[in-house]
């Protein structure tokens, strides 16, 4: 299969032109309003404000923990994904009239919206690796890790995961471009995309780079959920066994408690949310029929949709799991946010108890 094709199926699916292959095509149309146009909105409106929340709650709080830092850089990256997911339901839009504008809006939407999804949703696999690594050593010796990570290092290795992704991402802005052009199928000059002579090649060098972040983040998200998971059981039960723990040493653990417990959450549903993604990902590799230009190149499109929706959706839920899970984040966005001081106070007090 051509390096380019195979990039293109993976990524991006519906990069310049309609599915031209056998399968339901209402099937596809109803995926792209569904799932682009009205869900991934929706999401993305309520993605949009949620992120900023969740930025102005955690820098309200400061940076002297490390994962105040790791989950500040987690909402920035979840921001991107969310206006990402916007831009594809604003160029899937049926209402759009594109035409008229003379705009190839399939075309528009692989390098302002599908990328940008991809490249922000890859740094919150990554970013959210990194926290559940950092939580694993913290039960596994708390000691070393409180001196090795300091906040500026995890302010440091997240910059580096954006770098990272974002230069993998770069190769294809390299190869394509959009601007004005003349179309022999239109007659006529449209805004799209413009391909250089070497971009199947840029491409590919993208599309193997994405498959190894998608696939790396998602084994190792379930090997270090497992794992911290298995350790905080092994914790819990040591500190029953253990009565001579002072009142302030009991309220450090409890806190760390509630972070881990916070951090598996997290890394969960980004497990949950990934499973489409790297189901599709495997099945494009051993079935050759399920891609563009196959028997079930329709079912692959809408596959696609979903894939879309899930990443969207990871990235905009997350203020439900901090508000719920984090006593510290609830009280900071109920300071924040509303002027009920006995509310604050009550939740507090309930913390206390």
Excluded at 79 to 86: P, Q, S
Excluded at 248 to 265: E, G, P, Q, W
Excluded at 318 to 329: A, D, E, P, R
């Amino acid at each position: 299969m051509d390096a380019s094709v195979s990039y293109n199926m993976s990524i991006n699916p519906s990069v310049s032109q309609e599915p031209v292959s056998r399968g339901p095509h209402w099937a596809l149309l109803v995926s792209e309003t569904l799932f682009h146009v009205i869900i991934n909105r929706l999401l993305s409106v309520f993605g949009i404000g949620s992120n900023i929340i969740n930025i102005t709650v955690f820098c309200k709080q400061g940076f002297k923990e490390t994962i105040t830092v790791g989950l500040v850089g987690l909402a920035i990256s979840d921001f991107g994904t969310v206006v990402g997911g916007l831009v594809l339901a604003e160029c899937f839009n049926p209402l759009m009239p594109y035409e008229e504008w003379r705009v190839k809006n399939r075309e528009v939407q692989y390098l302002a919206g599908s990328f940008p999804r991809v490249c922000f949703a890859r740094i919150t696999g990554l970013i959210t690796v990194y926290i559940t690594l950092e939580r694993c050593l913290c039960v596994a010796i708390p000691l070393h890790v409180k001196r090795m990570l300091k906040p500026k290092r995890t302010f440091v290795i997240v910059l580096f995961i954006y770098a990272l992704v974002i230069s993998t991402i770069m190769p294809v802005y390299v190869g394509y471009h959009l601007t004005w052009k003349f179309s022999p199928q239109d007659n006529a000059t449209v805004f799209g995309l413009v391909m250089s002579q070497n971009a199947p090649q840029l491409e590919y060098i993208t599309y193997i780079a994405t498959v190894v972040l998608q696939m790396s983040s998602f084994i190792l998200l379930i090997l270090l959920t497992s794992a911290l998971v298995i350790m905080l059981k092994k914790k819990s039960e040591w500190r029953k066994q253990t009565s001579s723990l002072s009142e302030n040493k009991t309220t450090t653990s409890r806190r760390d408690r509630s972070a881990i417990r916070l951090v598996v959450m997290v890394a969960c549903i980004l497990i949950g949310f990934l499973t489409p993604g790297t189901v599709l990902f495997l099945t494009t590799i051993f079935e050759p029929h399920f891609n563009i230009g196959g028997d079930y190149e329709v079912h692959f499109y809408v596959a696609w949709t979903v894939v879309s929706f899930c990443e969207v959706a990871n990235s905009s839920l997350n203020i439900f799991v901090y508000y719920n899970m984090n006593t510290k984040y609830r009280e900071t966005f109920l300071s924040i946010f509303c002027l009920h001081k006995k509310k604050l106070e009550s939740v507090t007090t309930s913390n206390k108890i």
